[in-house]
């Protein structure tokens, strides 16, 4: 059969989860620089077809800007990439099933925000501020979409970072039911289009389009620490407890029921 059952999925991400946990530093500043870059033409294509569209599309170019945006975590789930929304569900639920530390969460977690980090604003930089495809024509969007972000209170951007990686972790968990790359695909692409077109907070996209804005010559740093902590610490729940943990708790064997309850 060309599909995983949930409980198999459950295994499989267990499993996906302790060969992170494995993966060398170097691996994951590579890797996750590429995932930080894939997240970022996603938005830099979002941003461009939201643009060019009339103004008079509404809310329907939003939701065709989302259906563009999903192009990040397909690059980085099948060309390969550390992408710290994913490894928010990954790295947690094989610490529940007790086969890596927590520590082993918390160093990949650590090693791979910074590469998506150097990534993100690489694109930023280069694509978004020296191309000018986040400035000129595009500014205005760019301000727009940044500014919301950073304006939203630490509670609504933290409750935000749930939604958002609810549904991303559940783009990922689709995506190991596939055992074919067309079905990984539409797995991914619909549970991350509904976040994009809802506003949902993405930690590792904010790394995008917040720097765009400050390259730009609007918002600052500061201003964004707080967004990045909310956010950070929203995606984790989202990831780690509503699909990671909820999913172990489901489908754990008895066996590891009754050692849970000892």
Known sequence: MSLHTPKEISAVAVQAGVMKSRTPISSLLILGFLAGAFISFGFLLYIRVVTQLPVEWGSFGTLLGAAVFPVGIILTVLAGGELLTGNMMLLPIAWFARQISAFSVLRNWFWVTIANFIGSIAI??????????????????????????????????????????WLVCLATWLAFASKDVVGKIFG???????????????????????????????????????????????????????????????????????????
């Not at 967004?227 to 950070?232: D, G, L, M, T």
């Open 188 to 262: 991914m692409w619909f549970p991350v289009m509904a976040f994009v077109a809802i506003g949902f907070q993405h930690v590792v996209a904010n790394m995008f389009i917040v720097p765009a804005a400050i390259f730009a010559g609007y918002l600052s740093w500061g201003e964004y620490l707080p967004n990045f902590v909310a956010v950070f610490l929203g995606n984790a729940v989202g990831g780690a407890i509503f699909v990671g943990l909820a999913y172990f708790v489901a489908f754990r064997s008895p066996a590891e029921t009754s050692t849970l309850s000892r």
């Open 124 to 165: 930023a930089w280069f694509f978004g501020h020296v191309l000018g495809l986040t400035e000129g024509e595009f500014m205005k969007k760019t301000v727009a979409v940044a500014s919301a972000k950073v304006n939203a209170d630490f509670l609504h951007a933290f409750i935000s970072g749930i939604g958002c990686n």
